[in-house]
């Protein structure tokens, strides 16, 4: 060991920094390195929402292979990712883990395009119909005027984030992608079209969305009183009456 100390101290000052950011670099590149290997090693596909799971990839193949990483299973969402998040919501309710399971999309998405493609334009817009399913979501929990609704998932959206951004070339990626929406408007959804369209943008099962449903228009029904019906009218102008068969009972 003396040895060693004594050959550590006769190099120059240069090479003994060169040393140091070479093993800081190789200890933050590698930190999950046995924590990885480890689920690898053990990990047996479960069955999860009717499905079952991919095999756990390897930390090689996540870390060093393509950008995007393995996804075998073709939906979306990077595969270690989808087993990490399997384990860490189990406990959460289903439109939870759907209003989840459509951001780590999201979240991969931006890894997977390249800056300026056709589709980034399609991404701004479900980014807006999904911040739109967890105020929803949020005001049933937690109700209209608390703030908890729209910070309830923030613990469960970091992990997602850094479990998918787990590389500095990864999150660079992201960041770039993100860069071409600065200074771009989020836009505003008609508040009924996000309430007649609750399967197909939050993945809510038919129970859920009747419900909220049912108290959204209830509370409409009672704020419009016989005006109600314009409210509907500005909605059928823009979108049509394909969706009328879920709001026609409370129409006066």
């Known amino acids: 060991m003396k040895r060693l100390i004594e050959k550590w101290k006769k190099l120059n000052k240069f090479v003994r920094i060169s040393i140091c950011?070479?093993?800081?670099?190789?200890?933050?590149?590698?930190a999950d390195f046995f924590p990885h290997t480890y689920m690898w090693l053990t990990h047996h596909p479960q069955m999860y929402n009717a499905e079952l799971e991919p095999e756990f990839p390897s930390w090689f193949s996540v870390n060093f292979g393509s950008l995007e990483g393995p996804d075998t299973n073709k939906n979306g969402i990077r595969d270690d990712v989808e087993i990490y998040m399997n384990?860490?919501?189990?406990?959460?309710?289903?439109?939870?883990?759907?209003?989840?399971?459509?951001?780590?999309?999201?979240?991969?998405?931006?890894?997977?395009?390249?800056?300026?493609?056709?589709?980034?334009?399609?991404?701004?817009?479900?980014?807006?119909?999904?911040?739109?399913?967890?105020?929803?979501?949020?005001?049933?929990?937690?109700?209209?005027?608390?703030?908890?609704?729209?910070?309830?998932?923030?613990?469960?959206?970091?992990?997602?984030?850094?479990?998918?951004?787990?590389?500095?070339?990864?999150?660079?990626?992201?960041?770039?992608?993100?860069?071409?929406?600065?200074?771009?408007?989020?836009?505003?959804?008609?508040?009924?079209?996000?309430?007649?369209?609750?399967?197909?943008?939050?993945?809510?099962?038919?129970?859920?969305?009747?419900?909220?449903?049912?108290?959204?228009?209830?509370k409409k029904s009672k704020a419009f009183g016989k005006y109600g019906e314009r409210f509907y009218d500005y909605y059928e102008r823009k979108y049509g009456k394909s969706k009328r068969y879920l709001y026609k009972d409370y129409i006066d």
């Open 21 to 30: 950011i070479v093993l800081g670099v190789s200890a933050y590149r590698c």
């Open 87 to 218: 384990r860490e919501f189990e406990d959460l309710d289903e439109e939870e883990r759907a209003i989840l399971n459509t951001y780590a999309k999201r979240v991969q998405f931006s890894v997977e395009n390249s800056l300026g493609d056709k589709s980034y334009g399609k991404y701004w817009e479900e980014r807006n119909h999904y911040f739109n399913c967890i105020f929803i979501l949020g005001e049933l929990k937690f109700g209209r005027h608390s703030k908890l609704k729209y910070s309830f998932l923030d613990i469960s959206m970091k992990f997602i984030r850094d479990k998918t951004h787990n590389t500095f070339s990864r999150d660079l990626k992201h960041n770039k992608f993100m860069s071409q929406f600065n200074g771009r408007s989020t836009g505003s959804v008609i508040e009924i079209w996000s309430y007649l369209h609750l399967e197909e943008q939050c993945h809510f099962n038919e129970r859920i969305s009747n419900k909220l449903r049912m108290i959204f228009f209830d």
